[in-house]
């Protein structure tokens, strides 16, 4: 739909791979004329399948081309925006960005920010801690002789630290000596595997609550394997009416902090049910990967929503009829969730037509048109439906369709983890 009484609505998205391209055709299907900014040097096949893209290589600052382009709506797959040398530039053009800048973005930006502003509110928050350096965190950890999950202070796709989940005292302290503590350590006590999320829209000092949702964050069945740097599987429901509490419990008593920073854009919070009560793991500033294109689908008014957001104004989403559950599905492939392993550039065939959206992430088109591997994570199968198991179902059937050498997916999405809560 139109959101300009005049002309065209531009939406350029700041990304690469699936959530790139996935949210390209959505909005360019809901009305807009939309384009890419690929920030990052890989998986650009799926974005340029959709509409023109610009590469950051090509073209190291944007806001040249923002200031000519004018877009209505500046959709970013990251926070990295934040931190580039052009960012003053960027931020004095007064992006339409549905993003929190400044104060805003620090929820997600500075754990322990997050940390303070919970203890501030009265939001139950995993109990962490920062320190400078490994032998601080050696001592702390004796000390506590709680069991820590390692994490990035300073969030960002390039931090020296990426999550490791320890689960006993003598985890931890195995793996301290392998980090880079050059930006400190972020220690959260390991609070178990009771995990949900929430995703909301904040506007005009409001919590629209839009999904709850899952994501399967170990690599292999059962649960099994190290927590991958990005989900294997990922559930949504549309959940409006907070059915599940995150948000009454985890977001509302933050909205004084929103109105008082003006923050605007999404916000998603991941928490782990313990003793009982939820507590906050991390908040995020920005649709996720696999969720994002989810809710776009499942919105009947996407860009409308989007951009009104964008500008603070009040919003008023409307779903799609019959679109309750998501699933979404990584296809992974040689070597992951073990990033160091790299494999060759295998070929990448689908058998048949594909009834529900595929993204594609780490491939690229050969010169006749054949795909192959050029990376960790070749795409992502999401199905959307009334019921869970329905949009399970399409979401199996699709993936099966994919075939690449080593390449492999969870074939237990759902039957773990869910309702959330469970295990
Ligand atoms: N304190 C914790 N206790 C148990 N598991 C955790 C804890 N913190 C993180 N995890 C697990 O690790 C995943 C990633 O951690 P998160 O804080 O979301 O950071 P990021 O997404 O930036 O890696 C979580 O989704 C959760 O599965
Ligand atoms: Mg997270």
Known sequence: MAVEANGTTRVSVLGVGAFTQA?????????????????????????????????????????????????????PMSIEWALKPWTDEFLALNPPLLCPTGEGLRLERERDFARELCGRFGVPFARAWFVRTRAEAEALVRHE??????????????????????????????????????????????LGRREAGHIALVSEG???????????????????????????????????GDKYGLVRELLTPLRPWFREVGFRGPVQVTAMLHEGRWHVLEYNVRLGVTSGPMI???????????????????????????????????????????????????PVTVAGEFTCDVWWQEVAARADGVLEATGHRLGDVAALAGTLDEAIASAYSNIRRIHSLGSYYRTDVGQSLWPPGNE
């Open 296 to 346: 776009a689908r499942m919105l009947a008014n996407p860009l409308e929503t989007f951009v009104r957001c964008a500008r603070n104004e009040s919003l008023a989403p409307r779903w799609r009829d019959g679109l309750t559950f998501g699933c979404n599905l990584t296809l992974a492939g040689y070597g992951y969730p073990f990033t160091q392993l790299t494999g060759p550039r295998v």
């Open 145 to 190: 002789q709680r069991p820590c999950v390692i994490k990035n202070p300073l969030c960002s796709p390039t931090s020296p630290i990426h999550t490791i989940v320890c689960e006993s005292v003598a985890d931890t302290l195995a793996w301290l000596p392998r980090l880079d503590d050059a930006e400190g350590i972020f220690l959260q006590e390991y």
């Open 23 to 75: 949210m390209m055709r959505r909005l360019r299907e809901d009305g807009a004329e939309v384009s890419a900014y690929l920030t990052r040097d890989y998986a650009h096949h799926g974005p340029l399948s959709e509409g023109p893209c610009i590469t950051a290589a090509a073209e190291p600052n944007p806001c040249a081309r923002l200031r000519r382009e004018r877009p209505d709506l500046i959709l």
């Open 206 to 240: 409001e919590i629209y609550p839009l999904v709850t949702n899952q994501e399967y964050k170990r690599a292999f069945d059962g649960n099994l394997g190290i927590v991958a740097g990005a989900p294997l599987g990922g559930l949504v429901e549309r959940d409006p």
